[in-house]
């Protein structure tokens, strides 16, 4: 079963504006990443947050975890039309680390 | 470096033929893995490797094999196709430490579409 779930699994904004997705995960995790899909292509990692992070930047993404609570979110700010992508959230959990499992991913799309 | 790439990218292949898919990597990562993506599933693991010789099963393993021979190509099998086996499958890799620090990031392939009809 997928440990991620992504929501909402649909977003349309105008450019310039933020978008926000949410990620909910099963059990205890190491770390977890976000990576985004253009359409026909392999996934872009973007992000990763460890478990003792709670918050995390890179340029116009911002990352939270709360693990109390089982879940992330990815803040993008001043989106922009190139932005329009699919977004995962994939988790490692605490036995291995090399095993990822993906959420069902987001579709963003933002209008120029 | 081309990074990881997936040979081939379109398949269609009819019910119980056989097929090899062939994952390549020349960023010298440990790890490498097989995702298959259906439309609202996300990706699933279908199979992974944490060394050359070494396989493990994903979520999704039934239908499929690997093999890890060398280092840098990981190889996944059906031997007799289904239609449920309709999907893109993507391939990826990675290396738990990179520039002395500590990473998980994987690497993805541009994917392969496969149609079983």
């Known amino acids: 079963s997928q440990q991620g779930e992504e929501d909402p699994q649909a977003l349309s904004i105008q450019e310039g504006e933020n978008a926000t997705m949410n990620c909910s995960y099963k059990?205890?995790?190491?770390?977890l990443q976000w990576y985004r899909q253009n359409s026909g292509r392999g996934l872009v990692h973007l992000i990763l947050?460890?478990?003792?992070?709670r918050e995390k930047h890179s340029g116009r993404l911002r990352v939270t975890l709360d693990t109390s609570k089982k879940s992330s979110s990815l803040l993008i700010t001043a989106s922009r039309a190139a932005d329009t992508a699919s977004y995962f959230c994939a988790t490692a959990g605490t036995s291995g680390t090399y095993k990822y499992i993906f959420g069902t991913g987001t579709r963003l799309k933002v209008l120029a | 470096n081309a990074g990881v790439t997936q040979t081939p990218k379109f398949r269609v292949l009819k019910t119980g033929q056989s097929m090899t898919l062939l994952c390549a990597q020349d960023?010298?990562?440990?790890?490498m893995y097989w995702y298959r993506q259906d439309p609202g599933m996300g990706l699933r693991l279908i199979h992974y490797?944490?060394?050359?010789?070494?396989?493990a099963k994903g979520e999704v393993p039934d239908g499929y094999n690997v093999s890890r021979l060398k280092k840098q190509n990981f190889l996944l099998g059906l031997e007799s196709a289904a239609p449920s086996q309709t999907s893109v499958y993507f391939c990826?890799?990675?290396?738990?430490?990179?520039?002395?620090?500590?990473?998980?990031?994987?690497?993805f392939g541009p994917g392969t579409r496969l149609t079983v009809l």
């Open positions: 059990t205890s995790i190491n770390n």
């Open positions: 947050i460890r478990s003792n992070e």
């Open positions: 990826a890799s990675s290396t738990r430490v990179l520039a002395g620090v500590s990473t998980d990031t994987q690497y």
């Open positions: 960023m010298n990562h440990e790890y």
């Open positions: 490797s944490v060394g050359e010789g070494t396989t």
